[in-house]
Nanobody
Framework: QVQLVESGGGLVQAGGSLRLSCAAS????????MGWYRQAPGKQRELVAR?????????ADSVKGRFTISRASAKNTVYLYLQMNGLKPEDTAVYYC?????????WGQGTQVTVSS
């Protein structure tokens, strides 16, 4: 099992910045992919950014150039970050941390990001 705990959401004005954090613990060896997803009211959950095991990254077109995903490791924990700059009202959503291990998806509880215009 992999446990994921997000933090760092909040309310920010358009043009502002936020940094999301996710702490992954438990059975963290051989996690294949880690990423951030978001879900706005009435919309499907969508991929924001992800890091594949080798360190390569993918971003949704809507966030390219504004968001940066990164990863760090400690003894028993993997940390995933999402630096969000130039935030727009359309970035408002619940953001979820995701880990893919052995074809099984793990999800955090989500953190709310609200961008006011």
């Amino acid at each position: 099992q992999v446990q994921l705990v997000e933090s760092g959401g909040g309310l920010v004005q358009a043009g502002g910045s936020l940094r999301l954090s996710c702490a992954a613990s438990g059975s963290i060896l051989s996690i294949n992919v880690m990423g951030w997803y978001r879900q706005a009211p009435g919309k499907q959950r969508e991929l924001v950014a992800r890091i594949i095991g080798s360190g390569s990254t993918n971003y949704a077109d809507s966030v390219k150039g504004r968001f940066t995903i990164s990863r760090a490791s400690a003894k028993n924990t993997v940390y995933l970050y999402l630096q969000m700059n130039g935030l727009k009202p359309e970035d408002t959503a619940v953001y979820y941390c995701n880990a893919l291990k052995n074809v099984k998806d793990y999800w955090g509880q989500g953190t709310q990001v609200t961008v006011s215009s």
